[in-house]
């Protein structure tokens, strides 16, 4: 589990094919001194990585065909930075969100634009996601927890501060450029609750389930 808040900017140091697929391998930057163990979780772009090697600010990840399909990763090579964030622990500070590392899909820089001393960045997803991405919600870029400005059919907007430019890979998009995208959470959750009911079955929201939780709307007339 993760928050969002990014920590340190890394680079990738190899993407080498093993067995089908891939082993990365990443420089963990200002993480190199922090102590992590073999097994632990690091978000690299906003995707969660198990450590199977560590050696000198290095860490090695297996990556498999799935998480190639669904992300960026595969794409990037040798001295391409990335966006690092540890695994949250109990007595962390909460600073963005409920982050799980687990990708929905890839989205796109359909542009950028200055609004004063911000940017602000124009995506495009897959329409499959908009219903869970929602105006001032959250959403997750590459690992970074954002505040969603708007949203239309397929895209929205977010708002990027000048310290988040300079402490993530956002600073470097350009139109074209492919993000990895994690929806909330609880977004996806209530989703569920509302198709499937308490039971788990597939009665969803009835009126009587409404009824029996006092929710009933007042009768007219």
Known sequence: MFTGIIQALGHITQLTPVGGDVRLGVSLGALANEKIALGDSVAVNGVCLTAVELNDGNMIADVSNETLKLTSLGALGVGDKVNLELALMPTSRLGGHIVSGHVDGLGEVLRRYPDGRSERFHFKAARELMPYIAAKGSITIDGTSLTVNSVNDDSFEVNIVP????????????????????????????????????????GGITEELLAESGLTPPSVG
Do not use: F
Not at 181 to 187: N, S
């Open 163 to 202: 310290h988040t430019l300079a402490h993530t890979v956002m600073g470097g998009y350009q139109s074209g450029t492919k993000v990895n995208l994690e929806v909330d959470v609880v977004a996806r959750y209530i989703e569920r609750l509302l198709t499937t009911g308490r039971g788990g079955g597939s």
